[in-house]
T-cell receptor
Framework: NAGVTQTPKFRILKIGQSMTLQCTQD?????MYWYRQDPGMGLKLIYY???????DKGEVPNGYNVSRSTTEDFPLRLELAAPSQTSVYFC??????????????FGPGTRLTVL | SQELEQSPQSLIVQEGKNLTINCTSS?????LYWYKQKYGEGLIFLMM?????EEKSHEKITAKLDEKKQQSSLHITASQPSHAGIYLC???????????FGSGTQLTVLP
């Protein structure tokens, strides 16, 4: 299993540009998450999904959109990029179907700079 | 909303020394996770605690959740340079059991 994969690893955007961060997991997990990590800070939740077709906002959703058309993929869309969106973005997934406490598996992250 | 405070924010120790990192929650903890992060990389799962008084160990790392379930500690025995990195605690909350994270502890181990 590849686990959680993210593309691209690095990206530089100009203010006002848009882009999509890709996230794919091959563990058949129903729960998926997007977090951002600013320098010297912990991770903050942007959006999450409990299954295909179901998404919801997290703590810091402004400026982002998501979709979940399949179990495997959970892309994050940035519209009109702003310098405040410079951050490292992590996608994660977990098995929510089996109940109990299960770890979240994290991707390697996408480092985004908006200039 | 739940807030997690980690202390210390950074720690520099000599190889072979023991150290402890603390994670204090503003609310009762239901599912406390410890992750390790190296610069430029993703998060590596270390341990998860859910019961008050629970203690888990893996190699030289031990994590505990206090009886009142509002604080967890991570203890490293005989630290090595391979232990260096950022340690993050995360607490489950919400219907999707998403994680709220502390701000992290940067650990440097000097050879």
């Amino acid at each position: 299993n590849a686990g959680v994969t993210q593309t691209p690893k690095f990206r530089i955007l100009k203010i006002g540009q848009s882009m999509t961060l890709q996230c794919t997991q091959d563990m058949n997990h129903n729960y998926m998450y997007w977090y951002r990590q600013d320098p010297g800070m912990g991770l903050k939740l942007i959006y999450y999904s409990v299954g295909a077709g179901i998404t919801d906002k997290g703590e810091v959703p402004n400026g982002y959109n998501v979709s979940r058309s399949t179990t495997e993929d959970f892309p994050l869309r940035l519209e009109l990029a702003a310098p405040s969106q410079t951050s490292v973005y992590f996608c994660a997934s977990r098995d929510g179907a089996s109940g109990g406490y299960n770890e979240q598996f994290f991707g390697p992250g996408t480092r985004l700079t908006v200039l | 909303s739940q807030e997690l405070e980690q202390s210390p924010q950074s720690l520099i120790v000599q190889e072979g020394k023991n150290l402890t990192i603390n994670c204090t929650s503003s609310k009762t903890l239901y599912g406390l996770y410890w992750y390790k992060q190296k610069y430029g990389e993703g998060l590596i799962f270390l341990m998860m605690l859910q019961k008050g008084g629970e203690e888990k160990s893996h190699e030289k790392i031990t994590a505990k959740l206090d009886e009142k379930k509002q604080q967890s500690s991570l203890h490293i025995t005989a630290s090595q340079p391979s232990h260096a990195g950022i340690y993050l605690c995360g607490a489950e909350s919400g219907s999707a059991r998403q994680l709220t994270f502390g701000s992290g502890t940067q650990l440097t181990v000097l050879p």
